[in-house]
Nanobody, 123 residues
Framework: VQLVESGGGLVQPGGSLRLSCDVS????????IAWFRQVPEKEREGIAV????????EYADSVKGRFTISFDDTKTTVYLQLNSLKPEDTAVYYC?????????????????WGQGTQVTVSP
């Protein structure tokens, strides 16, 4: 089972990106998918999570109102729409799967991780 992220890149401040996480190989009935980000020498930060059962979501205060997490219609891809990007959003972004369908943002609750995709916000 693998999670595969894509969509990272270089963007100017105020710009937008959409990250994708392929979850098609994840065959549990009820689970949660979250996005985390990490910069060097800092802990991995949970920023958004979505429930597979009812698509409810939760966000970290640092991204609330700017980022949106969602499933596609077939629930094989999880998106993270990043709007109004700031230089401090620069990080490696990871998606992760929680075998419990809970809206948690603590990395220790997640057992399956993607390889990460770099997002750089710079003029």
């Amino acid at each position: 089972v693998q999670l595969v992220e894509s969509g990272g890149g270089l963007v100017q401040p105020g710009g937008s990106l959409r990250l994708s996480c392929d979850v098609s190989g994840f065959s549990f009935d009820d689970y949660a998918i979250a996005w985390f980000r990490q910069v060097p020498e800092k802990e991995r930060e949970g920023i958004a999570v979505i429930s597979s059962s009812d698509s409810t979501t939760e966000y970290a205060d640092s991204v609330k109102g700017r980022f949106t997490i969602s499933f596609d219609d077939t629930k094989t891809t999880v998106y993270l729409q990043l709007n109004s990007l700031k230089p401090e959003d620069t990080a490696v972004y990871y998606c992760a799967a929680d075998y419990a369908d809970l809206l948690r943002l603590n990395q220790t609750d997640y057992g399956l991780w993607g390889q990460g995709t770099q997002v750089t916000v710079s003029p």
